[in-house]
């Protein structure tokens, strides 16, 4: 699947060893992002403030400035900021006397599904685009990256539209309550199952095997199981925000620093294997569409509305992560 940079005297081992390292890195940003309110405002206002300025000035001639990466980066950092406006803000209402939070506003509950959706709907616009216009092969317009176009990107755009319809439950999000362990004051998101993540997480790699080759080993790869493997561990329950703060750091980064996954000597191409690009793929439709069969299941079979109230509530991993709510 993926092809290790040797003429320039990478080895399998080294290659590893920076994928590894990018991983853990990747984890404990999200960890300091997460658990310290300040840092989180650094590290998703403050910063990609400074870094912008550095884009479309001093690194202009090296960074990403083409519409698909600008889009990535400011919505993920759209979303990381969103996320935490809902987890910290709070005031007094000066007429009732009351306290109020942002996390107990329907509108403002319904800004994590529709970031979720923005981010996944650029990826499927991606995937048909991929498929249509470099259909045998060619090379990028905007980023100078081969691509391999086919069927694969079909299934693939098709497995994101699914990942979108299951989205559910968005009015049950809640903030996590502090304790000795853990004040972060995580985003929750209890009817977000494991299931669903695992579909996504299938989904994003396919595209990114289909549309960023050159860049799946890392954000295809590592970029997405720092947040899944912190969702199912010390983080339980926040998979989208761990999603989000991991995402707009690595963008940043990338943005920052294109020739680590572009030219550098730990630069891991894809092998452009059509059984492969075929096979990841189909898995990633398969998976959608069993995920997506099995809400319309519990739709028939609970009578609730996905859209409206959460559709998981009699599921043990619900349950578990509603208990972890304020």
């Known amino acids: 699947m993926f092809q ?18 990018v991983f853990v890195t990747l984890f404990l940003l999200n960890e300091v992002s997460r658990r310290y309110k300040y840092c989180g405002f650094f590290c998703f206002i403050v ?3 400074i870094l912008s300025i550095l884009w479309f000035t001093t690194l202009n001639d090296t960074t990403y400035l083409d519409w698909f990466h600008l889009a990535k980066v400011y919505s993920s950092t759209a979303g990381c900021i969103g996320f935490w406006c809902i987890r ?52 990028l317009a905007d980023e100078a990256m081969y ?34 362990k853990d004040g972060s004051h995580d985003m929750l998101w ?10 996504y997480d299938i989904w994003n790699f396919a595209y990114t095997y289909n549309c960023l080759p050159g860049h799946a080993w890392y954000c295809g790869f590592a970029l997405l199981l720092a947040p899944t493997v912190c969702a199912f561990t010390i983080g339980k329950g926040a998979w989208l ?31 452009y294997n059509t059984t492969a690009l075929f096979v990841v793929s189909f898995l990633a439709l398969i998976v959608n569409i069993v995920v997506a069969v099995y809400m319309i299941y ?25 208990e972890l709510a304020e």
């Not at 290790?4 to 390292?21: D, H, Q, R, T």
């Not at 910290?88 to 506003?105: A, M, P, V």
């Open 88 to 139: 910290y803000i709070h005031g007094t209402n000066k007429k009732t006397g009351k306290e109020w939070r942002l996390s107990e506003q329907k509108w403002a509950l319904c800004f994590p599904p529709l970031i979720l959706a923005i981010n996944i709907c650029e990826a499927v616009g991606r995937d048909f685009q991929v498929g249509i216009q470099y259909a045998g092969g060619g090379t």
């Open 190 to 199: 209890p009817d977000m199952m494991w299931f669903w993540i695992v579909a």
């Open 298 to 322: 519990k739709i028939v079979t609970t009578k609730r509305n996905p859209y409206k109230e959460e559709l998981y509530v009699d599921l043990a991993k619900y349950k578990e992560i509603k």
């Open 241 to 271: 925000q761990h999603r989000a703060h991991t995402l707009a750091l690595w963008c940043m980064f990338a943005q920052t620093v294109p020739a680590f996954i572009d030219e550098g000597k730990f630069a891991v191409a894809s092998s």
């Open 47 to 49: 910063l990609p403030v």
């Open 147 to 180: 691509v391999v176009g086919g069927s694969w990107n079909y299934m693939n755009a098709i497995a994101g539209i699914l990942n979108i319809i299951t989205i559910t439950g968005w009015f049950g999000i809640c903030i996590r309550k502090a304790t000795k």
């Open 4 to 21: 290790f940079n040797y003429e320039a005297g990478a080895s399998a081992i080294s290659v590893w060893l920076v994928w590894i390292l």
